[in-house]
């Protein structure tokens, strides 16, 4: 079974900055693409970041030029640095264990928990 834990989230201002964490287990972490998702109430998970195995990223454009995804594959971790938030990012993120095919993302079953970013304006 593979575990997905994140961590990072909190209550930051408009212009702030936090980075989230998941760490992986269960599974090989190197040989599999990761992608960061959010909810935010009432509305539907969305993708906002990914990395494949090799590295490459992709962003939603809400977040292009502000978010930076990144791994540690000694550290079976993904990282999303998250710069200039706004309000708007405020939603619960969590990560993924997924596949990447011709540079779209695709999800599996597994989660992580979730953690909180709060953006206060």
């Known amino acids: 079974q593979v575990q997905l834990v994140e961590s990072g989230g909190g209550l930051v201002q408009a212009g702030g900055s936090l980075r989230l964490s998941c760490a992986a287990s269960?599974?090989?972490?190197?040989?599999?693409?990761m992608g960061w998702y959010r909810q935010a109430p009432g509305k539907q998970r969305e993708l906002v970041a990914h990395i494949s195995n090799r590295g490459s990223t992709n962003y939603a454009d809400s977040v292009k030029g502000r978010f930076t995804i990144s791994r540690d594959n000694a550290k079976n971790t993904v990282y999303l640095q998250m710069n200039s938030l706004k309000p708007e990012d405020t939603a619960v993120y969590y990560c993924n264990k997924g596949i990447t095919f011709s540079g779209t993302y695709y999800s599996s079953d597994y989660w992580g928990q979730g953690t909180q970013v709060t953006v206060s304006s």
């Open positions: 269960g599974s090989t972490f190197s040989a599999n693409a």
